[in-house]
Each structure stands twice: as structure tokens, then as C-alpha cells.
């Protein structure tokens, strides 16, 4: 998975030393890292509104495996101690022209709203950071 190899280049440490966390639906890319987690024993937590949730059953085979996986409904919940945060995009892949009628479930995972409990490492790291968002335009 590209988003792993960006944070073995960047952090420079094994991969288990760092807490992940997913912000966005439960389905296609939420079950990529689910099952990286559980592969490389990874610590994951996932903020998933609800009707978004991932599949019980690709948790729980990821938890068999190793990963340590938590599924909350708060993104700030999901963030809080995070090393890395993931977001999604706001129409999964073959449904950008589809209507999402949860599109205000996902108005408080998206990277434009600050929902990190402390400053970011780094600013650049960071989208949803108070000091850098006044700068961007929101982009959904």
C-alpha cells in the first residue's frame, strides 16, 4: 500500500511503532488499512459514521491476524494520539457522479476541519490544522 511506503520514507521507523488513524467511510480504502493492520500487526483506529461502518467480518479476520483495530464514531476520538491521519475523498471510486446521501455524515472527517486534540508535528502534515486551514479553501 502506497500511503505505508510514505510513511516508512517519512518517519523512518518500523511501521508498528506508529498509531493510524482512518477518517471516512468503512468500505474500499477503509479495508485496505484494515488489512495491513492486521498483516503488519498495525495499531489502527477508524471513524466511521454510522452506515458507514466497516464489515464485521474484515475486522475481525485483521484482529485474528494481529492488527489492533478500533472502530469509533468521533474522528476526534480516531485522531486522538494518532501518529499518521488518513482521510477519504467525499465520492468512493465509481460513484462520483452518484449522490451520496450521507454527505453531511462525513462533514466532520474532512481534512479542512480541525478536529486534532494537540498542534501536529509538522504544519505541512497537516490539512485540518487551525493555522494552516484559514489558508486553503475548503475543497470537499
Known sequence: MSDLLTVAEQKGEPLGKWRYA?????????NS?????????LDLRLACPAG????AKILDEARRRG????????????????DVVNTDVWASMGQERKP???AGAFAATSSTTP??????????????????????????
Open 22 to 30: 482512518w477518517l471516512g467511510d468503512g468500505n474500499n480504502m477503509a
Open 52 to 55: 458507514y461502518k466497516p464489515e
Open 33 to 41: 488499512w484494515i488489512e495491513a493492520a492486521g498483516q503488519l500487526k
Open 67 to 82: 492488527g489492533k483495530i478500533v472502530v469509533v464514531d468521533k474522528p476526534l476520538d480516531a485522531v486522538a494520539g494518532a
Open 115 to 140: 478536529c486534532w486534540p494537540r498542534r501536529p508535528r509538522t504544519r505541512s502534515s497537516c490539512t485540518a490544522c487551525p493555522r494552516t486551514a484559514a489558508r486553503r479553501s475548503p475543497t470537499p
Open 100 to 102: 451520496r446521501s450521507g
